[in-house]
């Protein structure tokens, strides 16, 4: 399974695009170069005691390749028969040892998987956007439906029947919201005394509640991604 990202830590990040072939010992019998995650705290642990977390570690061989702010990662040369002792010991110092052996092959091969895997997003995103386009007013409306829906059932709950009651859309800015509340606590503050206080209400048996408790029945339409979609 391949993923295109542009988000990714030290102990996922593709290696591949990072690394060169003169940070690592290839082709060597004994000798093996590991790829480790160190944190930015301890940048000076690592570079003063790496070489002591097994037998065998080459000094001087630690190279840091790159830094994200948080982390960096950090080349080490060793023998192979020590590789095991050292990433046990390095995981108790929070050290991560990558699982990765260098290969200009599969380095290749993965390269040429982003870039179709790029070519591919690209190719999609207009149809996805105008599938998106095509959709979204029938998903909207629907979704509006089951507000009205909720919206019913939740005033015959309350108030009983027959359902004289009337509904309502408001679109108040955000500097009026509190004017707007006050407003219609006093026009139907009488329909539930106990939500005449304000919304600081505990649980009401036999009511269900999503949110703050009014003495009118009131369901939240949230549109704040068509102001994303606009700024996008």
Avoid: C
């Avoid at 028969?81 to 599969?106: C, G, I, M, P, Q």
């Avoid at 009511?207 to 994303?228: A, K, L, Q, R, W």
């Amino acid at each position: 399974k391949a993923v295109v990202s542009t988000q990714s830590t030290g102990v996922t990040r593709n290696l591949g695009p990072i690394v060169k072939e003169e940070d690592f010992v290839v082709s060597s019998e004994y000798l093996i170069t590991v790829v480790v995650v160190v944190p930015k705290m301890s940048y000076k642990e690592w570079e003063g005691s790496y070489w002591k977390l097994a037998d065998f570690v080459v000094p001087g061989s630690s190279k840091k390749i790159v830094e994200d702010g948080e982390q960096a990662l950090y080349t080490v040369t060793m023998f192979r028969k020590t590789l095991d002792a050292f990433k046990n010991n390095a995981r108790e110092r929070k050290f991560v040892v990558r699982d990765f052996t260098y290969s200009k092959e599969k380095i290749e091969q993965s390269k040429k998987e982003v870039t179709n895997l790029q070519k591919a997003k690209v190719k999609a995103y207009v149809p996805l956007i105008r599938w998106l386009k095509g959709n979204f007013s029938e998903a909207f409306v629907n979704w509006v439906h089951v507000k009205a829906l909720r919206l019913f059932t939740e005033s015959v709950l309350r108030y009983g029947l027959p359902a004289t009651f009337m509904t309502a859309v408001l679109e108040p800015n955000k500097k009026s919201e509190k004017k707007l509340r006050e407003k219609l606590y006093s026009m139907y503050g009488n329909l539930d005394k106990s939500a005449v206080e304000g919304p600081e209400m505990g649980d009401i048996p036999g009511v269900y509640m999503t949110g703050d408790y009014h003495p009118y029945v009131y369901f939240d339409i949230n549109t704040s991604f068509v102001e994303s979609a606009r700024e996008f």
